[in-house]
């Protein structure tokens, strides 16, 4: 991939592709962490209002713009970025640029759309609280960080929601929209000498902007468990602890480790004691969500209320094991294998790939090559694996949400 850095601080990634569909966009660190206790949902309804007119264009205009071409804009909200980006055949790529440029840049949040618009998060909202199974990842970090802005609801509070104007998302800009802090990403057919002359013509001119905060690192609150009435078909179990943060010198090996325990694959540790062998759930699952300054290692499974503490058992018999027993070399080695196998498959979605390379880059302000990670896992031991279990899923560590 090819790198810059603009004057005003915008970095820029570019990988070259054959394919006739191409992906770019403005990747920006500025999520729902870096809201006030005023601004709950602002993040992503600064997002939303992206779309609905800038000082050269109506909503309409700057909904139709690739629309016309057969390409899509897109974007979406964190808890630490937005991405806004554009799909489309690689012909069209100074037309995106244009069109990302104005409306991360220049636009005007109408009154009257935010009013509509407000109405569309809300409904958001109540879908959302309609998924118990979504729903609890969410509430499990509200319950983990409740000392921290990271905690906080990336829909927001509907009655704050409410309240916002024009002044109100202008100020969420201007003191989050850094231009130090954005990373323009391009994956298409086009060379990196026309792409830069293009980027220069949108971006580079941009005002330079930069941060002058820095973030705090997010409190935990460990050793919490909660039960809520939900009065849901099933029992939603989760627990988690807090595990190595997306800078941290031990990220991989816990990528490894989560994998094994209960990442995607039919034979992960956790499917085959609660699914395979047991029958007591459908669905079980370990999930390893990475911030820059810390990370939350969970485990969810949904199953009868009846079934629920020997499920429960299960969990901890599992950890345990990983905690007492180091994996043989043979069988570890499969494990690197697997997880090696469905990086590559997964580099196959292009739009991913240069997504996470934006993040990567946003983050690291450095791109880790796959030959460079694929030696990382490799590199991983039977011990470093059952020194993390010990270390992240260490009892007095553990907090719990259960609905039922």
Not at 21 to 42: F, H, I, K, P, Q
Not at 43 to 72: I, P, Q, S
Not at 219 to 235: D, F, G
Not at 289 to 311: M, Q
Request: proline share 2%; charged share 25%; aromatic share 10%.
């Amino acid at each position: 991939m090819n790198t810059f850095v603009f004057e005003n601080g915008i970095r820029v990634v570019h990988q070259q592709t054959s394919s006739p569909v191409a992906y770019c966009g403005l990747a920006m660190n500025v999520g729902t962490r870096d809201e006030s206790s005023t601004e709950s949902g602002m993040a992503h309804f600064v997002e939303h209002m992206l779309f609905k007119g800038t000082k050269r264009r109506r909503a309409h205009h700057v909904l139709n713009r690739m629309e016309v071409v057969g390409g899509e804009l897109n974007a979406y909200t964190t808890k630490e970025e937005t991405f806004v980006y554009s799909v489309s055949l690689s012909e069209y790529i100074e037309r995106a640029l244009d069109l990302i440029a104005d409306v991360v840049f220049s636009s005007t949040f109408p009154q009257h759309e935010i009013e509509k618009e407000i109405s569309v998060v809300l409904d958001e909202i109540q879908s959302y609280k309609d998924s118990p199974y979504e729903l609890i990842f969410d509430e499990f970090e509200e319950q983990f960080f409740s000392k921290s802005s990271l905690g906080r609801s990336i829909l927001g509070e509907p009655k704050l929601l409410k309240k916002y104007t024009s002044q109100d998302l202008f100020r969420f800009v201007n003191n989050n929209y850094h231009t130090d802090q954005m990373v323009l990403f391009c994956l298409g057919n086009i060379s990196w000498d026309k792409f830069l002359r293009l980027a220069e013509r949108y971006f580079a001119i941009q005002q330079e902007k930069k941060r002058t905060f820095v973030r705090q690192k997010a409190e935990i609150n460990t050793s919490s468990h909660i039960e809520k009435k939900r009065h849901t078909h099933q029992a939603h179990f989760l627990l988690g602890a807090e595990a190595p943060s997306m800078l941290d010198k031990d990220r991989m090996s816990f990528y490894l480790l989560n994998n094994i325990l209960g990442g995607p694959g039919m034979n992960s540790m956790l499917n085959l004691a609660l699914r395979e062998r047991s029958g007591l759930a459908y669905n079980v699952e370990s999930n390893y969500t990475l911030y820059s300054d810390s990370a939350v290692a969970s485990i969810y499974v949904g199953t009868d209320l009846e079934h629920l503490e020997k499920c429960k058992k299960i969990i901890l018999q599992t950890i345990d094991k990983l905690q007492q027993k180091l994996f043989s070399p043979t069988i570890l080695n499969r494990y690197k294998q697997q997880i090696l196998g469905q990086m590559a498959i997964a580099a196959e979605n292009k739009e991913n790939v240069i997504l996470n390379a934006a993040k990567s880059f946003l983050h690291f302000h450095s791109l880790q090559k796959p030959e460079e990670t694929k030696s990382q896992i490799l590199e991983i031991t039977p011990l470093e694996l059952q020194d993390l279990s010990q270390k992240v899923f260490a009892g007095e560590k553990i907090s719990s949400l259960l609905y039922k």
